[in-house]
Nanobody, 122 residues
Framework: VQLQASGGGLVQAGGSLNLSCAAG???????MGWFRQAPGKEREFVAG????????TLSDSVKGRFTISRDRSTNTVYLRMHSLTPEDTAVYYC?????????????????WGQGTLVTVSS
């Protein structure tokens, strides 16, 4: 399984970024998630989506600002981020879940992408 995350970059506080994860056909029936890891911190759950996109979960820190979606026809998972703050600065990883639903723990995922860096300047 190869997961390819893209779309990171430098943005000013209050701005927006859209991340994409090319998940491949082997992930089409799996829950997918986005995690992030800031320097010196543990990897944390950001958002998850179930296999058909009908159920999503967001961490409290991003609710109302981020949305997760997927396009099963292209096997792509998206993370749309708005109202970014410097606290959102991190490497963002997409991950393939063990089953059809996305968990919030890293142990719920079996494959990880390489990460894409998001930097939010104040």
């Amino acid at each position: 399984v190869q997961l390819q995350a893209s779309g990171g970059g430098l943005v000013q506080a209050g701005g927006s970024l859209n991340l994409s994860c090319a998940a491949g056909p082997t992930s089409s029936n799996n829950g997918m998630g986005w995690f992030r890891q800031a320097p010196g911190k543990e990897r944390e759950f950001v958002a998850g989506i179930n296999w058909n996109g009908g159920d999503t979960t967001l961490s409290d820190s991003v609710k109302g600002r981020f949305t997760i979606s997927r396009d099963r026809s292209t096997n792509t998972v998206y993370l749309r981020m708005h109202s970014l703050t410097p606290e959102d600065t991190a490497v963002y990883y997409c991950a393939k879940g063990r089953g059809a639903y996305a968990g919030t723990r890293t142990a719920s995922y079996v494959a990880w992408g390489q990460g894409t860096l998001v930097t939010v300047s104040s």
